[in-house]
């Protein structure tokens, strides 16, 4: 497996860098690990590095975005934070990612059995954790179809929530990122939602999430999120 260089990078197009996502991850569930020598991958990339996309994940030990998508040195730049959540220092590096750095794709993966989801779920407060955990609070006031059992003990709950938490950060992304909305409108950069299956270390990319060449809108706009009567609050 070649290291990604300036020319690779430039005549990769948004949806190559999905499919090459796809293609790896495919090649970690199979066990097939593309061959490639990390160290050579070193001083490959020590002149400069060309990543053909940008992955937000979560900080949770099994979601590596590198190792389950199947990339190495220099292909990925790989943000993570816990529940995967979108603030402005997040939309920064992204910025940079994309329009400084020439990377083709965001993806914002989700995962199962997210701690940070399940703490979010069961109101948890601790600390400087509480701040983090409230971001993803509209996430589970926007979860409608659960009615009982709203805690983490309910995995069908959880699953719910994380899904929307994945959508509303796509959806983010493009209300807040001026540089980013610009770059996708014009085709430059594609967007994308995504969740991670700890159990079978499948990747589902979420298709009605992606944008390549227009901004779409599926969560935050109540009607879209199936909302009842009540108002968004201080969503
Ligand atoms: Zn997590």
Not at 4 to 20: C, G, I, M, N, V
């Amino acid at each position: 497996m070649r290291t990604h260089t300036r020319e690779s990078q430039q005549t990769t197009t948004p949806k190559d860098a999905l499919e090459y996502l796809r293609e790896g991850n495919h090649r970690f569930v199979t066990n097939l690990k593309a061959n490639r020598n990390l160290l050579q991958q070193v001083n490959e990339t020590r002149d400069g590095q060309f990543p053909f996309a940008t992955i937000l994940s979560c900080i949770d030990s099994r979601t590596s975005a590198e190792l389950i998508f199947d990339q190495g040195l220099g292909d990925i730049f790989s943000i993570r934070i816990a529940g995967s959540i979108v603030n402005t220092d997040i939309l920064g590096s992204m910025e940079f990612a994309c329009k400084v750095a020439g990377s083709k794709l965001i993806v914002v993966l989700g995962h199962s059995k997210c701690g940070a989801i399940r703490g979010a779920c069961d109101q948890i407060q601790l600390g400087n954790l509480s701040t983090l955990l409230n971001k993803i609070q509209p996430a589970v006031y926007f979860e409608r179809k659960t009615t009982a059992n709203r805690t983490s003990a309910n995995p069908e709950f959880v699953a719910n929530v994380t899904a929307i938490q994945v959508k509303r950060s796509v959806e983010t992304i493009v209300e807040q990122s001026v540089v980013l909305r610009e770059m996708i409108e014009k085709g430059e950069i594609g967007l994308i939602g995504a969740v991670y299956d700890v159990e079978t270390g499948l990747v589902e990319f979420l298709e009605e999430t992606l944008m390549l060449g227009e901004i779409r809108h599926f969560y935050l706009d109540l009607e879209a999120a199936g909302a009842d009567s009540r108002k968004a609050g201080g969503s």
